[in-house]
């Protein structure tokens, strides 16, 4: 339930963003916060259009380590190209 929330109720990113929930750039789907990060995640992107960058700097990440972190999850994966493609941008090789 918390997954289905996280990739479909969007709101305003908040002014202070939360802190990155795992350690050393990752962070696993068993991890209790990886729903309120995947929120946080795609919340950010709806704001750019889409755009990894904006929501890995506010992490301390890499838009490749975000990527990698999302495609862990089958649901997050598919809502990421599903973004990609909305935006006109081309899907990820996943």
Not at 37 to 44: E, G, P, Q, S
Request: glycine share 6%.
């Amino acid at each position: 339930m918390q997954m289905a929330l996280a990739l479909n109720v969007r709101e305003t990113p908040p002014e202070v963003e939360m802190k990155f929930p795992g350690s050393n750039g990752h962070i696993q789907p068993s991890n209790p916060q990886f729903p309120l990060f995947v929120a946080h995640v795609f919340d950010i992107m709806a704001t750019k259009n889409g755009d990894t960058k904006a929501a890995a700097a506010a992490f301390g990440l890499s838009p490749s380590a975000l990527v990698k972190i999302l495609r862990q999850d089958k649901s997050c994966a598919a809502k990421l190209q599903g973004n990609r493609v909305e935006n006109g941008k081309s899907k990820l090789c996943l």
